[in-house]
């Protein structure tokens, strides 16, 4: 799951199977679960699946919600729309096929779309990005395509929606913005990225005319929507070390608003509130991370990069609880269900965490790899494993 400029596929293979934050040839080491008790007894309502899954790739895919639909999507190009209640397929598109992507395209002919962005959800339109450069919009009613661009930037997070654009962040950078009616391209912004940085991209947000994004040289940075210049930046790490691994200093992770504050955290660095109009920092706190913040009930909850889970008070920065449960076992950023805190793990389990006290109340195996985080909706859980697998949870 890192990236490295000019290295050869095979070094890229081994940086994957080696985790987020591990590099070095030392043997990878997990906690077994343990014993605790049980408060809830969370259960499966209903299971399907969406084409292939992502295979052993990057792609941190996540279902969205529009009305009674959820809908997701595989690697190759396979988006499918299910009722929410019972998870009956309501239609399914191979963008491949309605797009003409299988015959010819400018990287190769034949290949997958690599979806590996999204989906995101706004006003009944789905959109997602590939690694390919592709931008889609697809009506989430009847999954036909409302419009297609090529950015020719490998785009790895969600898109953002608001005022009008369609915001991407690309691999090496690029903040690009497109007419939310018709795909075309308004503005780039290119900033600065380092020899080496991890293999993923902050999720860009719109919020009152700005365009808040992590970068991967430590930075958040606000971005005027109309054009696409700077308005502030804030730095949560400043890279230090010998070596290209030790200054690794992306912030991945989505920017949180929440009153006056922009919340994120760096990898190899902190974990911060900023000051949304100035971008001065009212606090930080030592913590590492690449995955999504969570804020909720004035909490701000975050997975380290060594998968303890933590819950701070957002006024203060004060830590109120920690979890080392699942360390080594690859945890997914966390969400809130009702009461709880829920985070996926490699090994195919999800973990209920008590929002209050830090301590595991509830567990449910599902099966394969929860690679990326759940989504919840109203009393309803629901979670993408690696094989395509859809569940419904509920407690």
């Not at 009956?88 to 190769?108: I, N």
């Not at 002919?109 to 959800?121: S, V």
């Not at 959109?127 to 931008?135: I, M, P, Q």
Request: aromatic residues 8%.
């Amino acid at each position: 799951m890192k990236q490295a400029k000019n290295l050869g596929l095979a070094a890229l293979a081994t940086l994957f199977v080696s985790g987020c934050s591990l590099f070095s040839t030392e043997e990878i080491t997990y906690k077994e679960l343990q014993s605790f008790d049980v408060k809830i007894t969370p259960q499966v309502v209903w299971e399907t699946s969406v084409g292939d899954g992502i295979d052993g790739y990057f792609s941190h895919l996540n279902p969205v919600v529009v009305g009674d639909s959820i809908i997701a999507a595989d690697r190759r190009g396979v988006v499918e729309a299910f009722n929410r209640g019972n998870g009956d397929s309501l239609w399914r598109v191979d963008l491949r096929s309605v797009l003409d992507l299988e015959k010819s395209s400018w990287w190769s002919a034949g290949e997958p779309m690599r979806i590996a962005g999204g989906l995101a959800a706004s006003n009944g339109v789905i959109y997602l990005g590939s690694e390919n450069g592709d931008v889609v919009a697809i009506n989430a009613a009847d999954g036909s395509v409302k419009w297609h661009q090529v950015v020719r930037s490998e785009i790895m997070s969600d898109p953002a929606i608001g005022g009008g654009f369609v915001v991407v962040k690309g691999s090496t950078g690029e903040v690009i913005a497109l007419n939310e009616e018709t795909g075309e391209e308004l503005w780039k912004h290119v900033s600065e990225t380092p020899a080496l940085s991890l293999r993923g991209t902050s999720s860009p947000v719109y919020e009152q005319g700005g365009i808040f994004v992590g970068t991967s040289t430590g930075k958040v940075i606000v971005l005027i929507a109309e054009n696409g210049q700077p308005a502030w930046e804030a730095r949560l790490a400043i890279p230090s070390g010998t070596t290209e691994l030790q200054r690794l200093v992306d912030v991945d992770s989505r920017p949180v608003l929440a009153g006056r504050f922009v919340y994120n955290v760096a990898y190899n660095g902190a974990l911060a509130a900023i000051e949304a109009n100035t971008g001065e920092i009212a606090w930080r706190r030592d913590y590492s991370s690449y995955q999504n913040v969570l804020f909720a009930g004035g909490r701000l909850f975050v997975t380290d990069a060594d998968d303890a889970v933590s819950a701070l008070d957002a006024q203060g920065g004060v830590e109120m609880w920690s979890n080392n449960d699942y360390n080594g076992r690859h945890v997914t950023s966390p969400v809130r269900f009702g009461d709880y805190i829920v985070v996926g793990d490699r090994f195919g389990y999800l973990h209920f965490i008590n929002l209050l006290s830090g301590v595991t109340e509830g567990r449910l195996e599902v099966g394969d790899d929860v690679y990326t985080a759940p989504i919840v909706v109203d009393d309803t859980l629901y979670v993408q494993l690696r094989d395509g697998s859809l569940l419904a949870v509920r407690i």
